[in-house]
Structure formats: C-alpha cells, structure tokens
C-alpha cells in the first residue's frame, strides 16, 4: 500500500480545502494476475483487490470470510442469531450492533467514549443512515431465527442460522433489483440490458468489474444530503434530538445509544429527498470539505479522491466507456453540451481537460442528463445494468434458481419490502409504501399494519420418522451438533466451538425410540489442556474449507486422495478411520461434508 500526495483536481477550480495545494491518498492495493486465460495483454493489466464478495448476498450482514462471520455470530446462543450489543438497547429494548473490542477504535473520541460498531462491512460506522441500515438487517436476522427455531423445534443453531442467512440474502436480492435498481436506471435500461431472469448461467463472470466500483456506483455520492434530519413520529424536526450536519454524523454510534436510537434517523431518511447534482456543485461541501477519512490527519474531499481512485485503477476515459456502452463518442463542446443538460458545466470541463478524450469516467458520467425515469445519465445507467445483470446471472445461489427456494416460499418472499423491515424493526408506525420513493406525510404514508408481511409458515419442516421417535437431539452450549445416516441408522455428531472441549459421547445414534447414549457437554478450555474440542486437524480443514467456498463439489473418497471433481482440487487424504459425509440442513437444498468416524463410506458421494 502506497501514500502519497496528488495535485488536487479542485485546485484548478479555485475551491481547495484548507488552501491546500495537496492531498494525501492510499493506493488500492493490487491483485496478482491469477494464471487463466491466454491472453497475454490481459496479464498485463493490473487490477485491484476486491476486499468483499461482490454477490448480493447479504455480506454486509454476515461479512465476506469466515473470521468476521465468526465474530458476528452468537455462538453461544442456540437459536442461530448474531450478536448483539451487551451494554445498551434502544428506549423500547430493542437490541444495538454489538462493539468493536479495539481499544483503539477511531470511535473512541471526545467526551462520549463509545466505542465502533461492529458489522458485516467494515463502513458501518461511516454515517449514521448506514449505521441505522446496518442495525435494522441485524434486526431482521434475529427475528427470522427465533420464528425458525418456533417452527422447526428440530433444528440446531447451524440449521437456523444458515436457513436465516438464505433468506436475508433472498430479500437483499429481491429490494435490490426489484425496488431499487430500476429506479436508478430507469425501466427501460432495465427492460433493455438486464430483463426477466432466465436461470443461472455459469458463463457469466459475477465478479464486480473496475468500472463498475470505482466509477458507475459511486454517482450515489451525488445524491447525499448535507443534512442528516431526525424526525419524529409526526416526520417534524424532533424536539429532543435535532437534525445533523453530515460531518457531525462521521464514526459517531454514540449518538445512536445516546440520543433515541434509529427511529428518528430513520423517519428523516424516508422523509427527506435525496440530494440532486447542481450544475455548479455536484457533492455536498460536508463530502468536498470535511469529509473524514481514517488514517488521514486532516479533512478530505470525495470528489478529489473519486477522480484520483479512477486515475489509479487505470480507469479507460469518458469517452473510451461511451464506446463500451454503444453511444457516441463525443468530439466537440457542441456534442458535450448535448449529453449534459447545463451548457456552462460541459464549457468548465472541456476547458479544463482541453480534450473530451481527457475526461475521467466518474466526472464525465456524474454530469449527463438524466435518462428518462432515472436517478443515472445513460452512460453509467449502462454500466450500472450490465454488472447487475451479471450478478444475477452468475449467481448459482440466486433466490429464483432453481432448487434455492420452493414456489410457496418465493411468493412468500416477494411480499416483503424495505418498508416493511423498517416497520418490523422498530417503533415506526407509519411509512411509505414504497421506501425508496419520497412522499409528504400524511398523504404520502400508510399504516405499518396495511403493508404485506412474509409468512414463515412456508419454511415449517417435518420431522422425519427416526425424529419423531427418537426427538430432537439435545443442543449444548458454545457447541452444536449435525444429523445424517450411516448404516441406516440416523447419527448426531457433535462438536464444540473454538475455545472449548467435548466432554462425552461425540457420536449418539437413535435407536428404537431413543438415543443411545447421553448428550455431551462443552467445557470451558484452560492452556495446555489439549486440542480446542475433539474433532481432528482433518475435520477442523475439511470445515473451514468449506466455509470459504461457496461452489459444491463431487467427491470421489478412495485410500491415497479425495478429489474435487468440480475444479480439479486435490485435498490431501484422511485418516484411517475418517471418512466423508454429505447431509442436507433443513429446506436449503445445501449439502455441507463433516467426518464420520469408524464407520464403512462407500461410493462416490455429492456434496
């Protein structure tokens, strides 16, 4: 990671911050070109890290890798809920995000001393409406599982847990491109570059493209408010807790435990509009002028950076991306001032870039005029639904492929909107029907209880017979435990979660109408006591792996390897006596390989 300072673009328009003549800047940091393909221009080009999942898939709550979704879970829970905050709840009880545990936590200032918010992004603590966001996702997570765990009394904590992730991706997936993609790009891009779904395609690359990160999705930034209004029940400027300027709101959660929770910040979010690019300034001075960017000792500005991340991702030009979506490439101050609606705007950049080829991508996209119906100009409308039609398509765990959900459940889901999760998650009685379109209160709002609510009653599961006749397995705490057959014969494995050891009978088999030995229990480990529980080094690999691929395999178990058919990966053998098994969890249709000792595995088997 490179810092170094760069001539500010502002500058040259007469409006630095701070009269300085720089600004400090972290390079992104570089990926290593990973081998596939032929062509040797493209080994050439560098790209850049991308640090989280680029899938619709809910990572923000649950994170992008094993270590922070371990953190984010309640492991000690048996219900399958993520963590919540131990020292604060809002004024109606409701749970907060849990704390970063950092004594250093750039949250920690001034007389409050309230620590970061802990999240699946590590942007949480950005601005409160992201916070707010963050917490009401959180929210929904628990009050799924706890409506699971009612429904399927036999499932375990790993069952509940991972049908409730499922789901919260479904809804992230639906919201997404069903609510909020077209309005951003209007219906006819829509129509036009994205249209129904057709069922997954394993030819498409879901990967987030450069363009599409660095430059197209970043027009949000255009639409902030340099006003962060709290409102209360009435949407009126709330009599305790007044509205915010946004730099007051930078890395301050202390202002959510301290001053009435989400609630207000919530209503000011749906009862404000958002912020529209003027010809003479495209981003708020709260975002130009005092915007706070960790690491960095002094005020910064988005757009400076904007411009210079583009620079130093080796983003094509304005013109370059006009070629890439099929529009013309523009060639005079005549042709500019035809694409942007404010004539003096297109005459400021031509002369200062002198040449339209010299415009960068995220200026030159960030001034068109508007596509009919949209929030985007056509060239980043364009962009926009390519990569989102992309994320669709590629998607082999989409909430409409085939075999994710039954037809009952998808209608069930598709009930469900933002508004609703607002009106679930907190004491908002009254909202928009639609959250991402702004309506004036009263007229504009309808009660929380008019608006259609999911019914999880699609998601109740059978017990199976040996369930039935030997009952669910015990649940133990700070462990857990999964069901599958051998020989006939339905099996709970169980084990313990990092930091604790089994104490007891791993293995427990139903037998005529019980089990046929005593649950075991989790203990509290000591240094120098042994392994972290009782399952092997091989058990504790094959999991983990697991936990960081998403693709399921089919795997052929023989004596000198176990092979991954699917990519060609050979992992290295078990044991003896360790072998590899398949089970389904509950509805999801996922298969998951844990290890099941002293038992005969024979065949192929797919996971």
Known sequence: LTYYYFISFLQALDNLPSAQSCLPFNR???????????????????????????????????????????????????NGKLTVNEHFKDPKGRPYLPFEESLQSVCLHGEENVACFRAGDSRVNEGLPLTSLHLLWLRQ????????????????????????????????????????????????????YIGPY???????????SNVFATAAFRFGHATISPVVRRLNASYQEHESFPSLKLHETFFSPWRIIKEGGIDPIVRGALGTQAAAPHSNKLLTDELTERLIVLSIPQDMDLASLNLQRGRDHGLPGYNDWRDFCGLERIRTLEDFKQVVSDASVAERILQLYKHPDNIDIWLGGLVETFSPGSRTGPMFSCLIAKQMKALRDGDRFWWEADGMFSQEQRDELLKVSLS??????????????????????????????????????????????????????????????????????????????????????????????????????????FAGTGSLSQMTLWENWILNWLLVNHEAHQYNHSESHLQSVGNGLTLPAPKSGEHIRCHQFGTSKRMMVTSARDHELNGKHFC
């Open 28 to 78: 992104s940091l570089p990926a290593c070109f990973n081998g596939f393909g032929r062509d040797i221009l493209q080994a050439m080009q560098q790209q850049q890290m991308n640090a989280i999942t680029s899938f619709i898939d809910g990572s923000v709550v649950y994170g992008s890798g094993p270590k922070v979704n371990n953190l984010l879970r309640d492991l000690c829970g048996l």
């Open 141 to 192: 997570h628990n009050q799924i599982a706890e409506t699971l765990k009612h429904l399927n009394g036999h499932w375990n904590a790993e069952t509940i847990y991972e049908e409730t992730r499922k789901i919260i991706g479904a809804l992230h997936q639906i919201i997404t491109m069903r609510d909020y993609v077209p309005k951003i790009i209007g219906k006819e891009f829509f129509d036009n």
């Open 198 to 208: 057709g069922g997954y395609d394993p030819t498409v690359d879901p990967s987030a």
């Open 420 to 525: 609703k999760i607002i009106c679930e998650n907190t004491d908002i009685t009254e909202v928009p029907p639609d959250a991402f379109i702004f309506g004036k209160y009263p007229s504009g709002y309808v009660s929380c209880n008019n608006l259609p609510a999911m019914n999880l009653e699609a998601w109740r599961e059978e017990k199976s017979e040996d369930l039935k006749r030997c009952g669910s397995p015990g649940q133990i705490e700070n462990g857990d435990y999964v069901l599958f057959k051998i020989a006939g014969k339905l099996v709970a494995l169980y084990s313990c979660y990092h930091g604790f050891k089994l104490t007891g009978n791993a293995l427990i088999a139903c037998e005529g109408n019980q089990w046929n030995n005593k649950f075991p229990h989790c203990e509290g480990m």
